[in-house]
C-alpha cells in the first residue's frame, strides 16, 4: 500500500461482515446506461480527510477509534473483504504526515490498497483520488469510511446493479420517522414518508459518469454525496436495499451503537 498507483498492500487481515442485508425498497428502472458487467475493473474511493468535528475535538473523523481500530481500517478491510473490489485508494488529510499516518495504518490489510493525499472538501477528495486510478477501473464505488460497519453485502449489491447496467447506484433504507416540513419553529407540512429514502454508501458508478458529474460540479456548491451531481446532470439513479449496520457514524452516540454493533459480531 503506497501513494504509488502501482503499489500493492501486505499480508491478510480480516473481519466479519457477515450480517445478512435487510429488506428495503425495489430495484428501480434500467438506466440505459449499458452494461459494464465483466469488463475493466471495480476501484472503491474512500475520502477521509474530513475534520468531522461532531464527534468533537481530536484526530480526523475516519481515525477516531472504534473497538481498538480506526472507523477507516473498518471500512477498508469489509471492501477489501468483498470478491468484486480489485482497487481500493483513500484520500487522506491533505499532509504529508496525514498521508504517511494513513498508510501505516492500512499497511497490513489485503488486496490493492493505495493512500492519495484528500483535499479541503469531501467533493475535492473524490475527484483528486479519482483522477489517480487505472484506465482499466470501469466501476468506481465512492464509500464514506464513517459507514464503518456496512457489510460486505451492499457493497456486492451496489456492484452487481452497475454492472447490470445501471450508470449510478445508491444504498438506501425507507424513512421510518414521520418527516415534517417547518419555518423557523412552525410546522408548515407533514412530509409523505412512503416516497422518501436514508442514503446510504457505497455508491456505485460507471467511471464516465462519475467523471462528467465531477467535471460538471460547482465547487463553490458542494454536494453531499456523489449521486447528487449525478442527479444534477438529469441523469437518472438506481437504487438497491442497505443496511440497518450501514449507518454514519457522526456523533459520540453513533460511537455507542458502533460499539453494540460490534459486540454482537463478535
Do not use: Y
Amino acid at each position: 500500500m503506497s501513494t504509488d498507483p502501482a503499489a500493492e498492500a501486505g499480508p491478510a487481515t480480516g473481519t466479519d461482515t457477515g450480517a445478512a442485508a435487510d429488506t428495503g425498497p425495489g430495484i428501480g428502472p434500467d438506466t440505459g446506461a449499458g452494461a459494464v458487467r465483466d469488463r475493466g475493473r471495480v476501484a472503491v474511493i474512500v475520502p477521509a480527510a474530513g475534520k468531522g468535528e461532531r464527534l468533537g475535538p481530536g484526530a480526523p473523523k475516519a481515525l477516531r477509534e472504534l473497538g481498538g481500530f480506526p472507523l477507516l481500517v473498518h471500512a477498508v478491510r469489509t471492501l477489501v473483504t468483498a470478491r468484486s473490489v480489485d482497487l481500493v485508494v483513500v484520500a487522506a488529510p491533505p499532509s504529508a504526515e496525514g498521508v504517511a499516518e494513513v498508510q501505516r495504518l492500512l499497511a497490513d490489510l489485503p488486496g490493492d490498497t493505495r493512500v492519495v493525499a484528500g483535499g479541503d472538501t469531501r467533493q475535492e477528495s473524490v475527484s483528486l483520488a479519482l483522477a489517480t486510478l487505472p484506465e482499466d477501473c470501469d466501476v468506481v464505488l465512492v464509500h464514506d469510511a464513517a459507514r464503518a460497519l456496512t457489510p460486505v453485502d451492499v457493497v456486492e449489491a451496489v456492484v452487481a446493479a452497475v454492472r447490470d447496467g445501471a450508470g449510478a447506484v445508491i444504498p438506501v433504507l425507507p424513512v421510518a420517522d414521520t418527516v415534517k416540513a417547518v419555518d423557523g419553529d412552525l410546522v408548515t407540512a407533514t412530509v409523505d414518508r412512503s416516497t422518501l429514502r436514508a442514503v446510504q454508501t457505497p455508491q456505485g458508478f460507471t467511471r464516465d459518469v462519475l467523471a462528467k458529474a465531477h467535471a460538471a460540479a460547482d465547487p463553490t456548491l458542494p454536494a453531499t454525496d456523489d449521486a447528487g451531481l449525478v442527479e444534477a446532470l438529469g441523469l437518472p439513479v438506481r437504487t438497491v436495499p442497505g443496511h440497518a449496520e450501514a449507518f454514519k457514524i457522526t456523533t459520540p452516540f453513533d460511537l455507542v451503537l458502533a460499539e453494540a454493533v460490534l459486540r454482537r459480531r463478535r
